[in-house]
């Protein structure tokens, strides 16, 4: 199991990236999948999630209605479109599968994260 995060770099506040979380080898939409962000000196947070039964989402509060997560099962990809960015968004993301097929079950499979960094 191999999963892929990319779409990070530089951007000025209130600007916008899209993450893309690709894998290898299985199917993202048999499991939820996770964003979460770990920044220098600090815990890991989870960040968002989409379940795989039925498509809902969760979010933290510190990005709730500015990040939004989906999915394309057509192209086996989980995006995180970021907006509003602020400098405490800066962190390297991570996308992970769950050990289920809704959220909450706890991080099962990560990979390599993207930096994103929120600077002007």
């Known amino acids: 199991v191999q999963l892929q995060a990319s779409g990070g770099g530089l951007v000025q506040p209130g600007g916008s990236l899209r993450l893309s979380c690709l894998s290898s080898?299985?199917?993202?939409?048999?499991?939820?999948i996770d964003w979460f962000r770990q920044a220098p000196g600090k815990a890991r947070e989870g960040v968002a999630c989409?379940?795989?039964?039925?498509?809902?989402?969760y979010y933290a509060s510190s990005v709730k209605g500015r990040f939004t997560i989906s999915r394309d099962n057509d192209t086996n990809t989980v995006y995180l479109q970021m907006n509003n960015l602020k400098p405490e968004d800066t962190a390297v993301y991570y996308c992970?599968?769950?050990?289920?097929?809704?959220?909450?079950?706890?991080?099962?499979?990560w990979g390599q994260g993207t930096l994103v960094t929120v600077s002007s």
């Open positions: 080898g299985f199917t993202l939409d048999y499991y939820a």
């Open positions: 989409i379940n795989s039964d039925d498509d809902n989402t």
């Open positions: 992970a599968t769950e050990a289920g097929r809704n959220c909450g079950g706890g991080y099962r499979d």
